[in-house]
């Protein structure tokens, strides 16, 4: 698979298979990623990978977890402005249409967000945390290695699915993997085989047109 043709592929997957992924895949994918541009080479991600039993007992863990959450930070901004609003939107019914579940049912609309917690049923994923001390360059690095990461998943014959959403959850996360106190919590990643079968994963998230957000001067 060419770079152009997995940056095409590569898409949110919100349903997959139980088939397993193993760590040493996980862990080949990583060291590549790991080529990652990153400034001033201070390579700033901490990643924690569950797989196997570590992915069952993060789940039992999480289940039982009864404590208050402290979000890690504000995912989206308490105002956001146009087009970015309509953006998110529109995204968010594109995807409950293909589920057949209509504005109204608000308990399905939730059941379905809530499958975030579970990683879409996927076998294998990782958390990306950063030291509190690192700024908006070293956040855009993550972005990067995470980007990288689902690109050589796809040349590999995996999916991905990047998730701000567990950042609602650092306290419980940051306790399960015992991450440094001064660390923050970032994003989780599920890690695995599509199903093809499920509805959500043809959803394909549209693009702006290149005019609108490029000016060659």
């Known amino acids: 698979m060419n770079v152009s043709d997995a940056v095409n592929s590569r898409m949110s997957v919100r349903a997959f298979l139980s088939k397993k992924v193993s760590n040493e895949l996980i862990k080949t994918l990583l060291l590549k990623a790991s080529r990652s541009p990153s400034g001033g080479n201070l390579q700033p991600w901490k990643i924690f990978i569950v797989n196997g039993k570590s992915m069952d007992d993060f789940l039992e863990f999480q289940e039982k977890w009864d404590q208050p959450e402290t979000p890690a930070y504000e995912i989206y901004p308490a105002k956001l402005k146009e087009p970015y609003r309509t953006l998110r ?3 968010g019914e594109q995807m409950y249409k293909l589920l057949g579940i209509p504005r109204e049912d608000k308990e399905g609309r939730i059941s379905q967000v809530m499958k975030n917690f579970e990683f879409f049923g996927a076998p294998c994923a990782f958390f990306c945390f950063i030291d509190r001390q690192m700024g908006p360059p070293q956040w855009s690095d993550l972005g990067m290695f995470l980007q990288t ?7 590999a014959g995996l999916d991905t699915c990047a998730q701000e959403a567990w950042s609602m959850k650092h306290d419980s996360v940051s306790k399960f993997v015992k991450a440094d106190v001064g660390d923050i919590l970032f994003c989780g990643m599920s890690i ?26």
Do not use: C, I
């Open 89 to 91: 939107f529109s995204l």
């Open 192 to 217: 695995g085989y599509r199903d093809e079968k499920d509805p959500v994963n043809s959803l394909r998230s549209e693009r702006t047109p290149l005019k609108d957000w490029s000016k060659f001067l």
């Open 149 to 155: 990461f689902m690109l050589l998943a796809k040349e």
